[in-house]
Nanobody
Framework: VQLQAFGGGLVQAGGSLRLSCAAS????????MGWFRQAPGKEREFVAA????????RYADSVKGRFTISRDNAKNTLYLQMNSLKPEDTAVYYC?????????????????WGQGTLVTVSS
């Protein structure tokens, strides 16, 4: 599985962005997936996860109610809709796929990572 994330950019606080992650590989539909982010000088942190079918999602407390993760298995694409963005959301966002956990899981143990896309939120 190869992952490519895109859709980042510069946005004002309160604005919205939608990230996409295009996956190649026949087994994409079998994997739970998610988004992580890494801010300057900080460790990579979990943002959101989604089960293989899209039926179960999980979010970090810091983004709950503002971000929505979704997937379109027919298009092999993962999404992250980000609303009400805050300066503290500024980070490089990475998509990830977990080939090791059960398909229905949202506790990710990523085995594949995308290259990251930068989101900058100005105050």
């Amino acid at each position: 599985v190869q992952l490519q994330a895109f859709g980042g950019g510069l946005v004002q606080a309160g604005g919205s962005l939608r990230l996409s992650c295009a996956a190649s590989g026949r087994t994409f539909n079998n994997y739970p997936m998610g988004w992580f982010r890494q801010a300057p000088g900080k460790e990579r942190e979990f943002v959101a996860a989604i089960s293989w079918s899209g039926g179960t999602t999980r979010y970090a407390d810091s983004v709950k109610g503002r971000f929505t993760i979704s997937r379109d298995n027919a298009k092999n694409t993962l999404y992250l809709q980000m609303n009400s963005l805050k300066p503290e959301d500024t980070a490089v966002y990475y998509c990830a796929a977990d080939p090791r956990s059960p398909k229905s899981s949202t506790t990710l143990n990523p085995g594949y990572w995308g290259q990251g896309t930068l989101v900058t939120v100005s105050s």
